[in-house]
């Protein structure tokens, strides 16, 4: 099929490079220029494991290009995809549709066939309905324009996995066509037994928040418990375990620790909880404030227990922070719970050096004050605390022999529950970790004097 791909971000580059990687003759059009200059190169723009192979390979075939000529795109293609963002806004919850109005005004006017647009976007319920109203308007074809809705559940590190070998997909659409449609571009998929759920387009676009809205709160109530166990005297991590044999229950996603982050999941239940307030069904969700709320608590607590690790006092104390990004196998620091705790540590006068393997320039442009190192050597030396922020695999292999010859202190905070605690406290490091029992600070730091 000749598809469009509207938006080249994240969500519409890895789309794009999916279909081509289907078979179908893709055009991919953003306004960005530089970022269309660097994916038609065949260089991502963000850092997602094994998609830029894919992105080299179809460029390859010819099947995949870039472009910014939206009017275009609508020459070219019988179905479009909308992939751009869907932020919040910058002073309510709610989401901002104001890209995905802008696409569907510079799209319409060069629809003069008839063809089906489909959203990809995490939107309110009700968008679909409003933004076909505007193509219908807009479009010279008229009513033979279409809007479906198509809901993306790309998790950041494992986005190619998901895209060809999805666990579902969702077709919401109005008319037979759009569903045919549907069906035809992702023929290599259901073909292969992808579950298939089609509804409407109301139900496709709550299936993304509605998804969204449970995993923030499974996230959350794990760390609510880990709230009380560190005030019982409890251990968390031998509270999942127990709960994690429980059949209805289950270990996915019981990961005790820093909490959730990323450009999706925060914003989206927020989103979420502000549509259904707005469509009177507020007190249903009224939940997921306070699943944010215990959230965000997380990033406090960590700073607390640095403070604790550093004697009582965060200014002066230097700080190695490893991980900047919301999540491993990212450079996606938006809403980063990481980048919470650094911002935080240096705005109580704390000297942190960050290493990331792949989001340090990123965090780098959001918290300048920080140092950002380029191992996680130069990063430690001389730290009177270290803190394991980001879950990166790389870490678990650290020494703490080693790690412990260059420190000042051996203090270590563990808000992923990465490594293995009684390992590094037999190799005498203070071990603190969110959830458990508060180790004892042994002596007060000596003063510090503050470099440059």
């Not at 055009?27 to 220029?33: C, E, F, I, Q």
């Amino acid at each position: 099929m000749r598809v469009s791909v509207i938006g080249a971000g994240y969500l519409g580059a890895t789309h794009a490079v999916c279909l081509a990687a289907l078979g179908h003759d893709v055009l991919a059009v953003d306004v960005d220029r530089a970022r269309i200059a660097s994916l038609a190169a065949g260089r991502l723009p963000f850092h997602e494991p094994g998609l830029t192979g894919l992105l080299r390979t179809t460029l390859a075939t010819g099947r995949l290009r870039f472009g910014h000529d939206t009017a275009e795109a609508g020459e070219f293609a019988d179905l479009h995809f909308l992939c751009v963002g869907t932020p919040q806004q910058p002073d309510s919850p709610a989401a901002d549709v104001s890209q995905l109005e802008a696409a569907v005004r510079a799209l319409a006017p060069a629809l003069t066939r008839a063809t089906v647009v489909v959203g990809k976007s995490t939107v309110p319920v009700g968008t679909a309905d409003r933004l076909a109203c505007l193509l219908r308007s807009l479009a010279p074809v008229g009513d033979a324009a279409e809007v479906a809705w198509n809901p993306e559940f790309l998790r950041e590190g494992y986005a190619v996995e998901d895209s060809l070998r999805p666990e579902r997909l969702v077709f919401g659409t109005a008319s037979r066509r759009a569903s045919d449609r549907l069906h035809e571009v992702y023929a290599p998929l259901l073909e292969r037994g992808v579950p298939l759920v089609e509804t409407d387009l109301c139900t496709a676009e709550l299936v993304k928040v509605a998804a969204n809205g449970y995993l923030a709160t499974k996230l959350s109530y794990v760390n609510a418990m880990a709230e009380v166990c560190e005030a019982a005297g409890a251990d968390v991590r031998h509270l999942v375990h127990a709960l994690s044999l429980d059949s209805r229950i289950g270990g996915r996603y019981l990961a005790p620790g820093l909490g959730f982050g990323g450009g999706c999941l925060p914003k989206d239940i927020r989103a979420f909880a502000h549509r259904a307030e707005e469509i009177g069904a507020g007190a249903a969700v009224r939940f997921l404030h306070e699943v944010d709320a215990v959230n965000l608590r997380r990033r406090t607590r960590a700073v607390e227990l640095v403070r604790h690790l550093a004697g009582g006092v965060l200014a002066g104390t230097r700080v190695c922070v490893l991980g900047a990004s919301f999540k491993p196998d990212s450079d996606d620091v938006r809403d980063s719970p990481a980048l919470a705790v650094v911002r935080a540590l240096v705005h109580g006068g704390a000297q942190v050096a960050v290493f990331d393997p792949q989001a340090a320039e990123n965090a780098r442009r959001v918290v300048p004050e920080a140092r950002y190192a380029p191992t996680v050597g130069s990063a430690a030396v001389g730290a009177d605390v270290v803190a394991v922020l980001t879950d990166w695999e790389q870490f678990r292999a650290l020494d703490p022999a080693t790690l412990g010859a260059i420190v000042r202190r051996k203090a270590l905070l563990d808000a992923r529950h990465l490594l293995d605690a009684e390992r590094w406290q037999c190799a005498g490091w203070n071990v603190a970790e969110l959830g458990v029992p508060v180790p004892p600070v042994s002596e007060p730091l000596a003063p510090l004097v503050a470099t440059s």
